[in-house]
């Protein structure tokens, strides 16, 4: 599904089938996405504590999770199947995941410093 964004509706497939260069779109599709997406909420740096933080985190995962099955639904109709709680839960995790690292590794810097 990832990998059809780039090649395509033909790239979609059954999913008992194998086909490595969609896979390996797909991969470097979904990396580059999430470190976009990543790196643009770690130069938000929120400033509150920790809770507040990853539920801020979060909430910008459900963000994304709009820009994704809705924003790209317009030129990548298939995505609308997915729509689901776990794909919401997913995004909601990607982003609180994506703080509570990012305050963990600013916090080492700090101590080192």
């Known amino acids: ?16 089938t194998f086909d490595p260069l969609v896979v390996s779109v797909a ?5 580059t996405l999430s470190v976009v997406y ?20 979060g909430l910008y995962g459900l963000m994304l999770y709009y ?6 639904n317009s030129f990548s109709s298939w995505f609308a199947v997915e729509r689901n709680w776990v794909t919401i839960a997913s ?3 990607y982003g609180a995941v994506v703080v509570a690292t990012y305050r963990i ?3 080492r810097s700090r101590r080192k410093a």
């Open 1 to 16: 599904m990832i990998g059809a964004i780039v090649l395509g509706p033909s790239a979609l497939s059954p999913a008992d």
């Open 27 to 31: 991969i470097v599709v979904h990396l």
């Open 38 to 57: 990543g790196t643009f909420l770690v130069c938000v740096k929120p400033a509150f504590n920790i809770v507040y933080s990853v539920l801020f985190g």
């Open 67 to 72: 820009i994704n099955f809705y924003g790209f």
């Open 91 to 93: 995004h909601f995790i």
């Open 105 to 107: 590794i600013c916090a």
